[in-house]
């Protein structure tokens, strides 16, 4: 006869004493933030990889051995721009943005604020299933300088995610000199690259891909809802380079 406080015993049909049942189970070990993975077999597309900023992060990545593919509107443009940065000895080509966005594991935008939705939505099937890299600065130029501008999904990034609804939309590379990545006597970046997006595995890959280039550090910083003052960080940045004539970048401290 056992009280009602008293715990019953399962009869296993051997002398060993049942497990108890409340024995708490061990906690995963918590995973590095570090431990990215590997992403050197990846294709990557470069759209609005004729412009500077879009032509400086090709040739950084081609240069640290990733195959890249340029996009433009028109082919025979990027085609020229590829054998420019290198072409097959650096594993560049060209493409109209179609077929970039086809071919390609992961897309780079980097296209100019004013075309960036006429873009995407022109590409919207080609990008489905795709990680998608949003780098693009909405900014206003006036007699006072650069100011930023705000979209009304709330940044560059959120539209392309409400845009893309089948992509995988992260945001990173935004505050990049387009003259030091374009500068082939330049051997190392040395920044660190903000990256955000809503899936770890997506985010991670992107600072991956970043840390392939020397100097190079991606760093999580949030998601997409968090792009828009990184993205308007720039206008401070340009701010800076017109000052102290320089090329500035961003660094974070303690990570």
Known sequence: ?????????????????????????????????????DVSGLT????????????????????????????SRAAERAQTAAR??????????GADNAEC???????????????????????????????????????????????ALKPEEGSAAEQAAALLPDSRVT?????????????PEVEQIDTDVMVLGE????TDLVQALAARIPGMRGVYAGRLRNAHQVESLVANLISVNRRYKAHAGLR???V
């Open 101 to 147: 966005a086809r071919r390609s594991d992961v897309v780079i935008v980097a296209v100019p604020w004013d075309g960036h939705a006429k873009t995407l939505e022109s590409l919207r099937e080609e990008l489905s299933g795709k990680l998608v890299i949003d780098c693009v600065n909405p900014l206003g130029f006036d007699k006072k300088g650069a100011y």
């Open 171 to 183: 945001a990173a590379f935004h505050h990049l000199s387009a003259v030091l990545l374009q500068n």
């Open 44 to 71: 990557v597309g470069v759209l609005g990889g004729t412009g500077d900023q879009g032509r400086g992060l090709a040739y950084r990545l081609a240069r640290a051995g990733q195959k890249v593919i340029i996009g």
């Open 199 to 202: 899936s770890r595995a997506d």
């Open 84 to 93: 420019e940065l290198g072409g097959a000895q650096l594993g560049v080509e």
């Open 1 to 37: 006869m056992t009280t009602p406080d008293a715990p019953h015993a399962v009869n296993s049909g051997s002398d060993t004493p049942a497990k108890k049942a409340d024995t708490p189970a061990k906690k995963a070990p918590a995973k590095d933030p570090w431990d990215l993975p």
């Open 252 to 254: 974070v401290t303690d």
